[in-house]
């Protein structure tokens, strides 16, 4: 709301006007307020005459951008009935009339009460009263009264009495606008109201300095001048942030070094990310350290980033027609996320000079720029030279400091004819099935020896197949070969440069004299046949450095500390997962060398399917010992994780692998005791590999080992009868615990002889009785598991025998689809089956299986005699009321079994 004419304003137009009043009965006086003060009042009071028309006229009033006006008057009204005699002429109100025009009226100009309009007739709600004690007292009216819409430039007010006793005290003209104002960050100007106070007036507002518009600001300006419903806004520009509806160049009072401030708007300044700084005030952006960039894409609030570093463990490896390069991305990636790789490739002389970038002849898979994987594939490179290959990482700064920019190098040579590294290898021994080479290591001035590869095939065969076993040390026994048959063996090299070429052939035959390994040859070492045990662990361990060793977590505990998985760092190459035994602190002497004693056993075998040994940490604590990682665990857990979920050629596939691995320790003279699911470990490609050695160590260790009449500890379930009477333990011992080792397989991880106490599996083995078949296994299995579990150890077939058969049956699959479930061939009498406990009623047999309590159900479904159950399938046991799936299991797995009885006595021998 706006004044125009104050009061005292208003008064001077009047007072000074007087001149120009029509009639003379308004007078000017000046009275003076409680404090002293003057007060300007017009009075009229002609109340005892009848017809009074007095008239009271301010001067011209210029309208402005008036467009309403308002007219407040305070004055005081004398109540008729207090002043005794004039009934009749006394009046109580006055009237308000107006008159427009353009321009002030010239002072000798006529009045014409005619030119003015009626605004309204003023009445009064107070009037003079007379107290009690007879003091007059003043009631002030106060009236407010609208005009307009006012046209002309402007215009004259009147007061008319008509009779009444008046005395006005002030007279107030005013017209309303809403008021300049800021408003988010815009200035908006006044604004007067439109006459229709219905609608509102839409006001632009401009922008205040250094600000800039997002949304047009606007704000509607109402009748009553009140700015309404703001819209849009202004925002700070770059460099300036708000305060109290400016925008002024600031962090506090300014932006100081350190400091910027990226975007328009109002938000405040923000201090320099990492690795930048502003050295001026009013920063609109920090600028990097020296080595570090920002991409134009990069917003100013994001660190300034850098080169990466080289990358790391450039490695390669070849073959004929590929070279394989691989390494690990750089430590440091300058602190982006966009680590991509380059490989450039120099063919280079002889001496490894004068190098030439490669020509376009040689392919990279999938590219040679923009890599986003650390490996690249490069064919069609040119046999018999020598390359540099540099890999180069980069990130989104790298465009903008290329002098920085950091490369790994690895120079490769082709040369398959290069000298070899390996001189005369020699045949150490041979068994049937076995070659033990050994060789010289030729002087190797330039990278040391990473392992050796050697080739083989029969010479028969010339090369139409060869197969080829890896070692670390220049010695190999290689198994598996056919008996009396020659070999031809070469052996290559491979340092951190690749392969050196092949050493000359060398042909050996196999032996035929005798199955056992030849007296006096190179076999395993019993480690306790060394004065000094840790000796032994010299010889057949390697010394880690344990900063090599990097623990990520404990996966299990074993009985002389926890078993750990981690990575392995090997020179030269990427980090190999592997599993950390480690010994917990406190140990006794005795303690520390059986904890080791496995790693001089293990540290012997080399062979795909034995747990490899990857070293020994002896000279600091805690003694560990350092493994291949397997990635599925041990093999019983792991079955039992994943019942049902393998085809029967995976399974056999396993049961081969540890065959393989067996073959390989009954080669070389070491008997394993305790060979069972649970010390075989599985790895992802489900290769199973034989774990646990340390002899009675094990046995110790093994929960499944129980103390026998002879003082041993054993694991009854799964050793051989001899083993258990009069401790001889054998490689034929061994066969029978790998007879077991099927069962668990083919039953995925079942309890062989189930609840069965462990008297009860030594007197049921000896009176004949063999675990039956599992549901869904091929008879052709359970045929080899019998032969296995052949009283007569003599009889049971040797490792590389199983691995043959086991080999026929994966070539030949067709020989699996014969399930035991459908042998229907049954004993015709209980002397069929010599072997095997004679069970008299369905009541023994169940008795014999620990299923009694199912007695009552099979006599009750008219099951009575033997031959009666003898066609029962699982529909039919469940039908009868077996309703555990275990249960249902075992019954059918036993009626499968005698079943079998009859099979089996008929095998004396195993030929494949
Ligand atoms: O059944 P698991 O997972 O497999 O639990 C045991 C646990 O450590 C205690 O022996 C696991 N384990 C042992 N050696 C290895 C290995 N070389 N790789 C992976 N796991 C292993 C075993």
Known sequence: MHLVVETTYLSHYLSSHTSVLCSPQWDAITE?????????????????????????????????????IYVELRFTLRDCNSIPWVSGTC????????????????????????????????????????????????????????????ARKGFYLAFQDVGACIALVSVRV???????????????PDTVPRVDSSSLVEVRGACVENAEERDTPRLYCGADGDWLVPLGRCVCSIGYEENDNLCIEQCGRRILPGFYKAFAGNIKCSKC????????????????????????????????????????????????????????????????KDVTYNVFCFRCGADGQACEPCNSNVRFIPRSTGLTSTSVVVQDFVVHANYTFQIEALNGVSGLGRSERQLANITVSTEQAGPSLVGVVRKDWASQTSIALSWQETEQPHAAILDYEIKYYEKEQEQLSYSSTRTKSPSVIVTGLNPST????????????????????????????????????????????????SQAVHEFAKEIDPSRIRIERVIGAGEFGEVCSG???????????????????????????????????????????????????????????????????????????????FTVIQLVGMLRGIASGMM???????????????NILVDDNLVCKVSDFGLSRVLEDDPEAAYTTTGGKIPIRWTAPEAIAYRKFSSASDAWSYGIVMWEVMSYGERPYWEMSNQDVILSIEEGYRLPAPMGCPVALHQLMLLCWQKERSRRPQFNDVVSFLDKLICNPSSLLTLVEDVNSFPESPEDMPDYPLFISIGDWLDSIKMSQYKNNFIAAG??????????????????????????????????????????????????
């Open 664 to 678: 390989y320790l009954s080669d070389i003279g070491y008997v394993h005791r305790d060979l069972a699911a649970r």
């Open 32 to 68: 003076m307020d409680e404090h002293n003060r003057p007060i300007h009042t017009f009075q009229v009071c002609h109340v005892m005459e009848p017809n009074q028309n007095n008239w009271l006229r301010t001067n011209w009033i210029p309208r402005q951008a008036a467009q309403k």
């Open 91 to 150: 009046k109580e109100t006055f009237n308000l009339l107006y008159f427009e025009t353009d321009e002030p009226q010239g002072a000798n100009a006529h009045f014409h009460p005619n030119d003015y309009a009626k605004i309204d007739t003023i009445a009064a709600d107070e009037s003079f009263t007379q107290t009690d004690l007879g003091d007059r007292v003043l009631r002030l009216n106060t009236e407010v009264r609208e005009v307009g819409p006012i």
């Open 273 to 336: 990310p990492p690795h930048s700084s502003s050295h001026t005030e009013g920063s609109a952006q920090c600028h990097c350290e020296k080595s570090y960039y920002r991409t134009s894409k990069d917003p100013p609030t994001m660190s300034c980033t850098r080169l990466p570093s080289s990358p790391r463990n450039l490695v390669f490896n070849i073959n004929e027609t590929a070279l394989f390069l691989e390494w690990t991305p750089p430590s440091d990636t300058g602190g982006r």
């Open 486 to 533: 020659v070999y031809v063996f070469h052996v290559r090299a491979r340092t951190i440069a690749g392969y050196s070429s092949y050493s000359p052939k060398f042909e050996f035959a196999t032996g035929d004299e005798s199955k056992l390994p030849f007296p006096g040859l190179k076999t395993y070492i019993d480690p306790d046949t060394y004065e000094d045990p």
């Open 567 to 645: 990575w392995l760092r090997i020179p030269g190459k990427k980090e190999i997962p592997v599993a950390i035994k480690t010994l917990k602190g406190g140990y006794t002497e005795r303690q520390r060398r059986d904890f080791l004693r496995e790693s001089s056993i293990m540290g012997q075998f080399d062979n795909p399917n034995i747990i490899r040994l990857e070293g020994v940490v002896t000279k600091s604590r805690p003694v560990m010992i350092v493994v291949e990682y397997m990635e599925n665990g041990s093999l019983d857990s792991f079955l039992r994780k994943h019942d049902g979920q």
């Open 174 to 188: 005013y017209y309303k606008k809403c008021p300049s104002t800021l408003r988010n960050l815009a200035a908006f």
């Open 863 to 912: 099951y009575t005699t033997l031959d009666s159950i003898s066609t029962m399938s699982i529909d039919d046991v469940r039908r009868i009321g077996v309703s555990l799936i275990g249960h249902q299991r075992r019954i059918v797995s036993s009626i499968q079994a005698l079943r079998l009885q009859f099979l089996h006595v008929q095998q004396n021998g195993f030929h494949v």
